[in-house]
């Protein structure tokens, strides 16, 4: 597959696909590549490489090429003749500039799965708009739903990149499956994916609620509008316990075998989901009174006693070191320019498959070997390379 891509969204749906040994040439501009090398030097840093882009971009190859050039495009129509996609989440409009469009693909690479992701898709008042996912994940209302109450907040992980790199990954394996079984002929599906697309599908539950209720429900931090009790709670020893309940049977032993509280349990208010979540704070209090006399142990032993939900609240920094991937072996060394580094596995876990993982590549590192492939000699990218058609020679 090639890509031309940017940032996360695209990157994502290409680094999923290399894990499951697809073969993904990633083209970019050799003055500096994929703007996401830059976002930071701290993975084997200072002066190391970007968190970013190393998450984003092992297994691919990189092929520095100038598509402002004749001789560049060219090249790049030589290395779409054996693709089975295009994936792309360049600016709007920018793959019908270069003449790689859908429309165009259909024509002279009938057999390639074009993949254009964007901010907003075509046709809508707001489709011209530059859309990040902080931007998108405003517009669709994830930020009105996390936070507090007059303090919205952007949920941490780039949610609207990654899973629209996700629904991406999945149309193109789904679209060549079918083909391969169907024996179609004739030009490929093309798939358009927006990021406000996939957010909004994300924000289905709130927006299904509000759709039917004409309530905006509010953020409730380390919680869940939609079941109560449910949330974070301090503990005696300074850490975080965060308990959740489902049903009206675990409210139950949440009241009896954990908090000691009979009368809660028989208060009428307190019988049906719904009535927990408009009396919140009262059951809140309860249950964080209790919490609070208690150490993190104590009332995660008590709790899956109880048969309760429960998990510890955790920064980064203790994910890393967190027993329970290392007890799963769900680390593997990964090669970068700037030396190994430990990078977890894909979620997937598949008898006798091993995802390949394959290195972080450096900018333009695998520009002669692959055109090298393609037929180009010795001289021919030397010529390439004086003409600023190919980026420098690596290393």
Known sequence: MVAMEQAVAAPMCTRVLADFGARIIKVENPNGGDFARAYDDVVNGPGGLAAHFVWCNRGKESVTLNTKSPAGMEILHRLLDRADAFVSNLAPGATARLGVAPADLAERHPGVIPVEIDGYGPGGPISHKRAYDLLVQAEAGSCAITGYPGMPAKPGPALADFTTGLYAAMSIVSLLYGRGRQGE????????????????????????YTQHSGIDQEPLGVGSPAVAPYGAFPTRDGQTVVLGTTNDREWQRVALDIIDRPDLAADSRFATNPGRCAHREILDEAIGSWCAQHDLVEIQKQADAAGIGNSRYNKPSEVVVHPQLSARDRWRTVGTPRGDIQALRPPPVISDFEQPMGAVPGLGEHTDAVLAEFGFTTDELARLRADGVIGPAYG
Do not use: I, R, W
């Open 185 to 208: 002929t004739g030009p490929a599906p093309h798939v358009e994916l927006s990021l406000f697309d996939v957010m909004t599908d994300v924000m289905g539950y709130a927006l299904t």
